[in-house]
């Protein structure tokens, strides 16, 4: 498991990394006690007791020494030689709060190791239920705890200093508070959670020291499976944070059902098979109990830019589908999502009018979590069967908007005109013998001459022949450009009063254009 994940899961306020690459890679917890014989700890995060701070340097050491891949110490301020011995050792150095227990943290860590391998031996849609739980927490500005059917926490989101005691003692025992627990059931709460799909709000308790919380219990048809519980931090919940949690309770559903049932064949495969044709519409209903003869439309995103950072370009992708994932399931509970290549896809069952509506609000959502996200949307096919041509169009869509980074979503109607030029463009470039001599000449006169033919004549194509308006676009006066469009004629030979002709290098003029090397003006 990466130290970043590592770090996400338990939550940085408790573990302070100070030196060492996030993407270290640790395999087990271990205990490193300097009066002990050393052994080995191959991978490990290693727990360093009975020394601190500059006392603990030795043993930092050591423990690089014996294989650790990280090392643990209590932080007492002084920290300079115990990072330097860390840099140097090529070890990872985290350090924890003096009052933390060891054998607490060592539970706590070995419980996220456990969880993360489980959820790798088997994954389930948008990824494991911690990054689940982090998505929750930036969508309803709230700090999340995820229990199974039983009160045993099984994961949570990222905690900040305003978390209450009762969050604090769940995480730390895995299970919530035997004394709230009572008190939630003496005010009904467990009995309104296993009883529907609504949200339900505890109110403040300020006399026991508890924040405002939103539930809502995961389940699957009348069977309860577990609770998402989100608690008030610093700022008040979000505006769509109901809406956010039961769309979050489906997704919470179908992982811990797959984790229940890993016979099943992965919704994650069954969705990227379903869009690209491999896997037929009765089987995904069937496993996943849709209608296959019902609507449905597909809408894709991407990020704006792929970065070139790997793993920056995966957590941004990552991000995007935990997403789309929350607040498709929440617009129908019916909803798939899959990743293929580098898009997101929802495949929305039923959908209805408000697609540009979801679209926007995803998108919204992501810019505010630093992610610049485009969305694609495809025309309502007549049946699940059929997905794979709302999805071809919404491909379609956000190649077209590759090329106006300024829009944000866009449905297959609104571009038609530009997706179907862009992809006649494409077929000329890819068949040399289409191109036209002329506009090559007057191509290779501009590189060679550094005069602008080409992009004069363009503009005054697209003035459709009139020569003030096209001089106005490029800033000239309308004799430059009536001479300059005589040197087109004399360079290409073109006649520009026959309309086939004109249309034929109006084509060519703007597949020149948006070919590397050439000037538009």
Same mark, same amino acid.
Request: net charge negative.
């Given at each position: ?19 060492? /690459? ?36 030795? /043993? ?11 090392? %643990? ?15 140097? /050792? ?31 031996? +088997? ?29 045993? !926490?099984?994961?949570?989101? &990222? ?7 009762? #969050? ?23 009995? #309104? ?6 949200? !339900? ?10 924040? *405002? ?5 995961? &389940? ?9 519980? !989100? ?92 997403? %789309? ?6 617009? *129908? ?9 580098? *898009? ?23 810019? &505010? ?21 709302? &999805? ?20 297959? +109607? ?11 463009? /494409? ?11 002329? !506009? ?82």
């Amino acid at each position: 498991m990466p130290l970043r994940q590592l770090l996400l899961a338990v939550g940085e306020p408790l573990l302070e990394r100070v030196a060492g /690459s996030l993407d270290t890679l640790v395999q087990g917890v271990g205990i490193f006690d300097p009066d002990d014989e050393v052994g080995a700890f191959p991978g490990e995060l290693v727990l360093v007791v009975g020394a601190r701070g500059r006392e603990a340097v030795r /043993s930092v050491r050591a423990a690089a020494r014996a294989g650790a891949a990280a090392a %643990v110490v209590k932080n007492d301020g002084r920290l300079d030689d115990l990072r330097a011995a860390a840099e140097d /050792s090529g070890i990872a150095l985290l350090t924890v709060r003096p009052r933390m227990r060891w054998d607490q943290l060592q539970t706590l860590l070995r419980e996220v190791l456990e969880a993360a391998n489980l959820a790798a031996e +088997s994954p389930a849609e948008g990824g494991d239920l911690f990054a689940l739980a982090q998505t929750v927490a930036v969508l309803t500005s709230g700090s999340v705890t995820i229990e199974d059917a039983g009160n045993r !926490v099984l994961a949570y989101s &990222r905690s900040d200093d305003e978390i209450d005691e009762l #969050r604090r003692l769940s995480i730390l025992g895995w299970e919530g508070p035997e004394q709230y627990l009572a008190l939630l059931r003496e005010w009904g709460v467990y009995q #309104r959670l296993r009883s529907g799909e609504e949200v !339900v709000r505890v109110d403040e308790r300020p006399e026991l020291g508890i924040r *405002r919380r939103l539930a809502v219990g995961i &389940r699957a048809g009348t069977q309860h499976l577990g609770t998402i519980w !989100v608690q008030e931090g610093a700022r008040p919940f979000a505006e769509r944070a109901e809406s956010a949690l039961l769309g979050a309770a489906r997704l919470a559903a179908v992982q811990l059902l797959r984790r229940r049932s890993p016979s099943v064949r992965p919704r994650e495969d069954l969705v990227e098979g379903l869009l690209e044709g491999r896997v037929s519409a009765d089987l995904v209903a069937g496993q996943l109990g849709l209608d296959p003869s019902a609507p449905a439309a597909v809408l894709a995103f991407a990020a704006r830019e792929i970065e070139r950072d790997r793993s920056e370009h995966e957590l941004h992708q990552l991000e995007i589908s935990n997403v %789309v994932s929350v607040h498709a399931t929440s617009y *129908r509970r019916g909803a798939l999502v899959g990743t293929v290549g580098s *898009r997101v896809y929802a495949v929305l069952p039923e959908a209805g009018s408000s697609l540009t509506t979801l679209a926007g609000h995803v998108v919204g959502v992501l810019r &505010r979590a630093g992610v610049r996200a485009q969305a694609g949307i495809g025309s309502v096919a007549p049946a699940l069967g059929d997905v794979v041509t709302s &999805r071809h169009e919404a491909d379609r869509v956000l190649d077209a908007m590759a090329r106006t980074p300024e829009r944000d979503m866009a449905t297959i +109607s609104d571009l038609r005109a530009e997706i179907l030029l862009d992809e006649t463009l /494409s077929l000329v470039e890819a068949n040399p013998d289409l191109r036209d001599p002329a !506009v090559t000449a007057l191509v290779g006169h501009d590189a060679e001459h550094g005069t602008e033919l080409v992009p004069s004549l363009l503009a005054y194509l697209e003035a459709l022949g009139d020569v003030r308006a096209a001089a106005t676009d490029l800033h000239i006066h309308p004799n430059t450009l009536r001479h300059r469009l005589r040197r087109v004629t004399a360079v290409s030979g073109l006649h520009l009063d026959d309309p086939r002709e004109r249309l034929v290098c109006h084509l060519q003029l703007l597949l020149a254009t948006r070919l590397p090397g050439t000037r538009r003006g």
